[in-house]
Structure formats: C-alpha cells, structure tokens
C-alpha cells in the first residue's frame, strides 16, 4: 500500500503564516522603539522630572537676584506702652534709683517701607546653585537608563515573540504532518492492514499537537499585549512583528561606562559639592547689601488735637552674618557626608567587579549559545532526514508506524532545542550589549 509523503517543508509553513497575517502591519524592533520614544508612560515621566530639576536649578540661581518687598502695617493702641523715667529728669533734685512712670507716643501707628536685599556672597546659596547643576545631570542620566531598560524590555519581548511564532510555524508543520498520518493510518485500518491501536496512537498525537498550537497562540498573545504595553500603544491595536530573526556576528563590543557607573560618578561629585558647601558655610560669612524706604505716620483722634501726620524713614547698609557655634549641627553633617562618600566610593568599586563579572558570564553564555545553534541547526536536518528515511521504509513495510512517531518527536525535539538555544544566544547577547553600555545598537 502506498503512502502518501506526510513530510512538509517548514519554509512553506512559514511561507502560509506569512500570507495569513500579510494585511496587518509588519511592525520593526526599531519601529517598536521609536513608539516607546514618544508613548511610553515611564518615559514621559522621565521627562517631566527633567523638566522639574530644570525648574529647581533656575529657582536655585533666582536666589541670586536682588530681592524687593513690600511691607505695610497699622496698629491702634488701647493702652499706650508705660515707660519708666528716672525721677531726677523732671526734679533734678530727686534722689537716685527712683523712677516715674510715663505713656509715650500716639493710638495711632501706621507703617509701609520697601524693603530692598542683595546677596553679595552666600555660600549656602552657591552650593544650592551647584547641587541643582549636578541633580540635573543626575536626572538626565536616570532619564537615559530608564531609556534604556525600555530598549531591553522591547527587544527581549519581541526577541520572544519572534521565537513563539518559529515555534507555532513548527507545530502547524507538524501537525499538519500528523493529521496526513491519520489520513493514512485510517484508510489502512478500513483496510484491515493497520490495528486500532495504531490510529489511537496517531489521534493522540494530533490532540497533543492542537493543544500545543492553541497554547503558543496564547503566549504570542500575551507576549505581543505585553509588547504593546511597554511600547505605550493600546492593546486592542493591531501589531504583527517580522518573524525573521535577524542574526549578528558575535563580535566583542566596546566596553564604555553603563549609566549605572556613571549615576554613581554623579552622586559622588553630588556628595563632594555638599561637603564643600557645608565646610564654606562653617567658617564662611553671608553678606548681603540691605535698604529701606517708607514712611511712618502718627495719629491722635481726640479733640482739641487730632492729627495725622507722616514721616519719611529710609537707610541703606551692608549686613553681615557669621556662624559662631551652632551646637555642632555642621560638624556632624559633615562627618555625615563623609562616610556616604565612602559609601559611594565603594559602592562604585562593588558595582565596576560585578560587571566585569557578568560581561564574562554573558560572553561564555553567547558563546555556548552561538555554538548550540550550529549543531542544533544540523540536528534538525538529521532529524529531517531520518524522518523522511522512516517515512519511505514505512512505505516499503520495514519500518512500523511506532518508528514513524520516534522519528517525528525527534524531529519535533530538535526544533524545540534549536528555539531554545537561539533565544539563549539572542537574551545573552542583548544582555552583554547592556553590559557594554552599547544596548543603544539594538536600534
């Protein structure tokens, strides 16, 4: 009995995928990206709080301009305020230590003076300048690792995403194959020449592979409704990706400072300016030119003399103020800031050896992976082969039916592992171009 060649080629399945979702947009990792640029949520926030320090640092240096207030203020006395006077001001003949007491000025009190401040040095207020320049630096650079991290989510997503399509891609060919099968088996078994058992066997394996394709159906999903939410666009939008994996050489990148490092470079030079503003502000005067301009008024309200009258009052000087003892506040803050110096120092030191430890380990992991692909990529035209050798000793009766399923789950094994190892080979390169400071590449 002849049997009809149940093997089809994986590129036509690919080929049949492809026509199926041709009318949905094709979407690039880079087109991924760049949406992510503009309609990530993260992102957006990144940019407000760079706006915000922006907004700190020229608050910080408006510290510097000169300040003008406006001040008014009326009192009415019921009760004029008593002042003691030596008696020997009104009796020069009174003794000494005996006071009268005396009510001095009006009910009335009114006062509006503008008030004028310039500060000519404060070095609380330099270093308040000089923390704000070096926190906007630390929020750009906050901003570009979050950038980043989105880059390596989008990529490992789509990475992932591009494997569970291969992978669907080989189930429909297998199961395709398997279905062609029990087309066989059946007509064999109408025929007597094949046992129940045998299409049993075959049934089984077409449940098992419909159960699978429906599973990578929905992991497709969820990883592209995951795609989408990282890239900031609704999840009802239609989105397909390009199934083909696109491989790159496994050249050594350029190692360059992970933002990372160069955070904590930032927030050591952070530390250091407010060391430094903490020691100018121990031992440093703030001077500051002051003015005044206004005038006052007095008023009485009771017959035969009522009036009101204004006078002028205005002064110009230099204030200075030098910090004697403060209860050792500054001293301990300084002490304070030396130790997270230290702690930053170190924390550098901690973070430059784990990431030489991990470029090692990724570079070993992408090195194991790019050779598992190759032999994984012959394993599975071995396993071709010795199915399709199978499938032709069936059909000359001098293999059974249990030798075709061997060699259909091998082949179904060696498509597995060779997914398996390209995502390896795929996470480990992406991870060590994070590693590397050159995640920016994968655009």
């Not at 994986?10 to 041709?22: A, H, K, P, Y």
């Not at 009335?108 to 500060?119: F, G």
């Not at 990475?159 to 291969?166: I, S």
Request: proline residues 3%; glycine residues 4%.
């Amino acid at each position: 009995m002849k049997l009809v060649n149940i093997h089809i080629p994986f590129l036509v399945v690919l080929l049949l995928i492809g026509l199926q979702t041709g009318q949905a947009q094709v979407w690039t990792m880079q087109q991924c990206i760049d949406t992510a640029q503009v309609h990530n949520k993260n992102l957006q926030l990144g940019r407000n709080n760079i706006s915000i320090v922006e907004q700190r640092e020229k608050e910080a240096r408006a510290n510097l301009m000169p300040k003008v207030m406006l001040n008014a203020d009326y009192k009415y006395f019921t009760n004029l305020p008593y002042q003691l006077m030596p008696l020997s001001t009104f009796n020069p003949t009174a003794p000494e230590g005996q006071f009268k007491e005396a009510q001095f000025g009006v009910p009335h009190n009114m006062n509006a003076n503008l008030q004028l401040s310039v500060p000519l040095y404060n070095p609380q207020i330099n270093g308040a300048i000089e923390a704000t320049k070096i926190a906007s630096e630390l929020t750009e650079l906050q901003f570009r690792k979050t950038e980043e991290q989105i880059y390596f989510e989008i990529s490992n997503l789509y990475y992932n995403a591009q494997v569970l399509h291969h992978q669907s891609a080989f189930i429909d060919s297998n199961l395709l194959n398997a279905e062609r099968l029990l087309t066989n088996m059946q007509l064999l078994h109408s025929q007597l020449l094949a046992k129940g058992t045998d299409v049993s066997k075959v049934k089984l394996q077409v449940t098992q592979l419909t159960t699978q394709k429906e599973s990578f159906r929905i992991k497709y999903q969820q990883v592209l409704n995951a795609l989408k939410f990282t890239m900031g666009i609704s999840i009802e939008k239609d989105l397909q990706i390009e199934p083909d994996i696109q491989y790159q050489n496994a050249n050594d990148y350029t190692l360059s400072s992970t933002f990372d490092m160069r955070i904590i470079k930032t927030q050591n030079r952070a530390l250091a300016s407010e060391l430094n503003t903490l020691n100018k502000s121990r031992y440093s005067p703030s001077v500051n030119i002051i003015g005044t301009y206004g005038t006052t008024g007095l008023g009485y309200d009771k017959r035969p003399n009522n009036f009101l009258k204004f006078y002028p009052i205005g002064f110009a000087g230099i204030q200075l103020s030098y910090p004697l003892f403060n209860g050792t506040v500054t001293k301990r803050k300084i002490s304070q800031k030396k130790i997270e110096l230290k702690n930053n120092e170190l924390q550098f030191s901690l973070i430059t050896e784990q990431n030489s430890m991990q470029i090692e380990n990724a570079t070993l992991q992408r090195t194991i992976a790019k050779r598992s692909v190759e032999t994984t990529t012959r394993q599975i035209e071995f396993a071709k082969t010795i199915y399709e050798q199978t499938v032709f000793q069936q059909k000359q009766g001098t293999a059974n039916l249990t030798d075709v399923l061997l060699a259909d789950n091998a082949l179904r094994e060696a498509q597995q592992t060779y997914l398996t190892t390209v995502i390896d080979y795929l996470k480990a390169d992406l991870e060590l171009k994070k590693l590397t400071g050159n995640i920016s590449t994968t655009k």
